[in-house]
Structures are given as structure tokens and as C-alpha cells.
């Protein structure tokens, strides 16, 4: 039995704990699912809880959100509670997933390459929350400002209308 099956063949049953983010692993493609397992599993030693909505599994330490897991076809983006200037080989601007206190994203494609670093950066996030060091907080402004620029770069990207002539 792999480290993941029990995600792929647990029957979904409400009444037991994490069996919406179970649901949620199990439906995800292989390559996603096992990282999505050992993603989880990473979260859950930490001892933080774990929700489920229709696109990501949210996970938090005492209703402070800690990280945000989104599967996709071929590897995961993991939004992290981390400092807006973090540095990472996994790491990316978490801005486009629109978290006010999540502002970086791991990105985990390889389980043997990335699963240790992801480790490690998820223990940051989860010691920040616990010490109350993490303070980020986006305003509205924030994003607003943010789909401003987006707007502007894709007016700048359009071709010229052809001169009149």
C-alpha cells in the first residue's frame, strides 16, 4: 500500500475528521493526488485543521489561516502564511489567489525534490501564526491596485489598430 491510498480509496464519510479534504485528495489526477496526500499530511502534524471549499483545502491553527492548498493538473500551488518577502526555490507571488494573509505560494511539483523544502517553509508559516509574528494583512486597496496594473499591461500588450490610411 503507497503512502497515498488511503486517499484514494477512503470512502467520503462526513462524520469522520478530514473526510472532506480526503474527498477532495481522492478526485484530484495521480500525479496531484499523491503530492496533495503528502501536502496534507505535512499540514496535519503540524496539528493544524483542515476545510474544504469547492477549489482548495484551507488549513489554520486556531481559526488563523496557515496555508491554502490548490491542486492542479500536474503539481500544487500552496498559498503560505509566510512574510510578503520570502525566498524560496518553491516560492511565487501568491497575489492572483487573493488571500489578505497569505501573500506567497509554494509551487510543488516533485515529491522527492520539493516535499522537504515545503516542509520546512509549511513549519515557518505555522510557527509565525503560533508566535502571532505573522502580521500581513492585505486591504482592499492592495488588490485593487494590483488588477490597475493587470488592466494596464495586457492595454500595453494589445497590437495598435492599423493607421488610418
Known amino acids: 500500500m503507497n503512502r497515498s491510498s488511503r486517499y484514494q480509496s477512503a470512502a467520503y464519510d462526513p462524520r469522520v ?20 496526500a503528502s501536502a496534507h499530511r505535512i499540514f496535519a502534524e503540524r496539528g493544524c485543521s483542515s476545510y474544504v471549499k469547492t477549489i482548495y483545502i ?17 503539481h500544487l500551488e ?6 510578503e518577502d520570502a525566498e524560496g526555490s518553491l516560492l511565487v507571488d501568491g497575489s492572483h489567489l487573493t488571500w489578505r494573509t497569505l501573500p ?20 515557518q508559516a505555522c510557527d509565525r ?9 492585505r486591504d482592499n486597496e ?9 488592466s494596464s499591461a495586457l492595454a500595453d500588450q494589445r497590437p495598435e489598430d492599423d493607421p488610418p490610411g
Open 104 to 123: 506567497i505560494a509554494a509551487i510543488i511539483r516533485d515529491p522527492e525534490a520539493d516535499l522537504p523544502e515545503f516542509k520546512t517553509l509549511v513549519e
Open 17 to 36: 475528521p478530514d473526510a472532506d479534504a480526503m474527498k477532495y485528495i481522492s478526485e484530484l489526477n495521480p500525479v496531484a493526488r499523491d503530492l496533495a
Open 78 to 83: 500552496v498559498a503560505l502564511a509566510l512574510p
Open 58 to 74: 484551507g488549513y489554520d491553527l486556531d481559526g488563523v489561516m496557515v496555508g491554502a492548498l490548490y491542486g492542479h493538473v500536474d
Open 142 to 150: 492592495f488588490f485593487h491596485a494590483r488588477r490597475r496594473k493587470q
Open 129 to 137: 501564526v503560533l508566535t502571532n509574528e505573522h502580521k500581513v494583512h
